[in-house]
């Protein structure tokens, strides 16, 4: 460096290295290259946030990568210098985390959001590597999923005859909803005459109150046909909520949500989970969160022979993959599916 001390550069390949060190000079002579010398994680942290996250992702995305550099990135280890972060650092920053009873999924997104924000780091040449990638997470117990079977999905929706938001649980159910795409449904986005409804927008708390935002992907905004039957319960729902209308009067708020409160607010995400626990005790069912509905209309439709790039599309996934990995559990009964209709072609007469 023109300062005399040395700057080290690293790469899977010698011709890595080499590309890295002839851009350094050539920066050196022009008097762009960047140094990290003198700016703490922090500092670097704020920058990324700023530059970086809030101007390319969605709200709520930006929010969990404010909270987890506030809380608990900044507090750590922020006061390091950047070119003096070491993967030890990191690894004791993920034992500190676990003490503190953070959960391991928890910690493997505090340890992904450093090692996003490193990787820039690298991207403009203020570390020659990344630490965080140099550790390891902790190991998650992944979640199991536990779709209802037809007969519990029938005893599911004739526990929820009449309910007032009897609605809402066949669209998950029927239509693989996310519960904040469900709660984030707009009238404007429902066509009951043609039978579609398109998915646009989801429900979120942001700040304190609830947000309409964009969808997780560009996949998942979609449009789906809807089945006479969930079709039939809109049409139920909308009278009754056009009745609900009337009786709240001026307190009623307009959002032109499918389903709201009594007096037109948006339904808080916690409620309805609260809610449905509560139904599935009284239907005398197993406790299952609310996202298993969405994994049900997946099993129900990849049994019944429904193409997985169908299903693909259904769910809102950006990738079959993910469909797939997702709904192991059911290849086995497509595998025998699959041997069945075989054999059926091959000794038909």
């Known amino acids: 460096m023109p300062d005399g001390r040395r700057k080290f550069f690293y790469g899977k390949t010698k011709e890595d290295v080499r590309r890295k060190l002839l851009r350094a000079l050539h920066a050196i002579e022009v008097g762009t290259l960047t140094d990290s010398r003198g700016i703490s994680v922090g500092e670097f942290l704020d920058q990324w946030l700023l ?29 390091i210098p950047l070119n003096k972060l070491t993967p030890l650092h990191v690894q004791q920053l993920l034992n500190v985390k676990r003490n503190e009873g953070l959960r391991p999924k928890s910690i493997r997104y505090i340890r992904g959001t450093l090692r996003t924000a490193l990787n820039q780091a690298v991207r403009w040449d203020l570390i020659s590597r990344n630490p965080a990638s140099l550790v390891d997470g902790p190991r998650v117990e992944h979640y199991e999923i536990r779709p209802f079977t037809p007969e519990e999905a029938r005893i599911f929706l004739a526990a929820m005859k009449g309910d007032r938001l009897e609605a809402l649980y066949s669209v998950a159910l029927t239509m693989g909803l996310r519960q904040g795409e469900a709660l984030g449904l707009c009238w404007k986005e429902v066509d009951l005459e043609m039978g579609y409804l398109r998915v646009s927008k989801q429900l979120q708390r942001l700040g304190g109150e609830t947000r309409l935002v964009e969808p997780k992907t560009v996949r998942s905004r979609r449009t789906l046909a809807l089945p006479a039957s969930i079709a039939s319960s809109l049409r139920e729902h909308r009278d009754r909520q056009l009745k609900e209308r009337v009786v709240a009067g001026d307190k009623w708020t307009e959002t032109d949500l499918v389903f709201t409160t009594p007096t037109g607010k948006p339904i808080e995400a916690t409620k309805i989970s609260k809610d449905f626990h509560r139904h599935l005790d009284r239907a ?62 091959l000794n038909e007469r």
């Not at 404010?66 to 006061?79: D, M, Y």
């Not at 019944?304 to 086995?332: A, K, W």
């Open 51 to 79: 530059e970086v996250v809030q101007p390319n992702v969605r709200p709520w995305t930006y929010k969990g990568y404010e909270v987890h550099v506030r809380r608990h990135l900044k507090p750590a280890i922020g006061h």
């Open 284 to 345: 005398g069912l197993a406790q299952r969160r609310f996202h298993d509905l969405r994994h049900s209309c997946a099993t129900f439709l990849l049994v019944q022979g429904v193409s997985p790039r169908v299903v693909m599309e259904v769910l809102g996934h950006s990738q079959i993959s993910l469909t797939m990995n997702t709904y192991t559990h059911v290849l086995p009964e497509l595998r025998r599916q699959a041997a069945d209709r075989m054999d059926e072609l």
